[in-house]
């Protein structure tokens, strides 16, 4: 039997929180180990995309969905401005934050069995937020961030993004954002 599965996220706010040394601070930032802060960091620019409407955008939408039901794939596009963290700044961790909102029982799914693994990928080349679709979504790398479980409830999801971070802010690889 083949699981099929919804995530809606209602966005909130998605937070970028990035741990490491070198970082620049804004406003007084939490300290963690010695020599190392966290910067938290908005979003800029968000969207979601839906192979069911490959030639919809849905970049206005107060919400964020990603997951799949029915065979229906959608992801989630997110970008945040890196300028407050000074290139080549070790990162020890980063997080991409979402307030979760699942309903599979709505959607006809028994949540009971069924769990959604959310993967994070760097995005390689740059999108609009009100006009990415599915059909002309840029590619994306998969760095080896580990996958993220999404199970049914309301809650903030933290996603490892630390992979990507690092290539963004360490190597210095150019910012187009995340794909979820």
Known sequence: MKRQLLVVFLFVIALLSVTGSGLAREGAPARTEAGASTT????????????AAPDTNYGTYDQLSAGQINHRYRNILVLFDLSSVPRGSHIDAAYLELYEIVNLQAAGIDARDDVLNLHASRLDADWSETRVTWNNQPAATALGDPPTNVYEGELWKRIDVTRIMR???SNGDRNFGILV
């Open 167 to 169: 290539s963004l802010i």
């Open 40 to 51: 938290t960091l908005y979003a800029t620019a968000d969207a979601w995309v839906d192979a």
